[in-house]
């Protein structure tokens, strides 16, 4: 399984928003981090990806298969979309939630396989204490988390997460996206993830995607990502990209004189 996508094109209105977007052979298992500025394409590619937007130009072949031509509910069995915004009635508790998204693509009759597998995905991502209350009493951090819930509990191919860790601060910035790539390397998934954060890109990616401005100007493993001057270009900033003592990658970023 491996996703490709080539020649995408974008617009709104007269606005080109993806130019000629050329993404090849992201593999299952892969955690691909896609960074860039605000406004620079990386929700409208999701949206693409997802079906809530139709290119005017362009493929996105899952498996050989372009996801442009399947029907709605044909691409929802493959692809699971966690947008910036979190969508759900608030009348209902964590748990209901959770069960609605994975019952919109396997069928409204509930089985206890079905109630297993909210369970399951509540504990892996530690909102088991929450399953039972109402989502109106949900924290910001907390009503993210559960959107995670409901983006993995489905289990696609291809997970699209949009700016996960926004709302959440640092122990559960961590945490969830722990919890996320565990998740992906035991269900062999691919995972798509617009993050801000340079330093968790780094740690948690195993490929990145620099865009700006609708085009992709990187696309490599982290280390050769951000060494780049692209980097500095597209952020207006100076960067240094360090090796820790964990040997990790550490990005020191400061504005540009």
Known sequence: MSLN?????????????LKDVELKDIKRGEFVGLIGPNASGKSTLFKSIAGAIRPHSGTIKLNGVDLITVSRSARSKQVAYMP???????????FECV???????????VK????????????VLDLSSLAHRGLAQLSGGQAQMVAAAQTLVRE???????????????HHQLSIL?????????RNMIVLAALHDLNLAAQFCDRLILLKEGRI?????????????????TYKVKTNLEQTSRNTLYVDARLSA
């Not at 722990?178 to 035991?186: G, V």
Request: charged residues 20%; contains cysteine.
């Open 5 to 17: 996508i080539s020649g995408l094109g974008v617009a709104y209105g007269k606005r080109e928003v």
């Open 84 to 94: 910036q915004a979190f969508g759900c009635n608030a009348a209902l508790s964590v």
């Open 99 to 109: 069960l609605l998204a994975l019952k919109q693509t396997t069928g409204w009759r």
């Open 112 to 123: 206890n396989s079905d109630l297993d597998r909210v369970s399951e995905i509540l504990a």
């Open 156 to 170: 696609p191919s291809l997970v699209l997460l949009d700016e996960p860790t926004s709302a959440l601060d640092l």
């Open 178 to 186: 722990s919890s996320i790539r565990d998740f992906m390397e035991q």
């Open 217 to 233: 100007l990187a696309d490599g493993r982290p280390n050769n990502v951000l060494g780049l001057e692209a980097i500095d270009q």
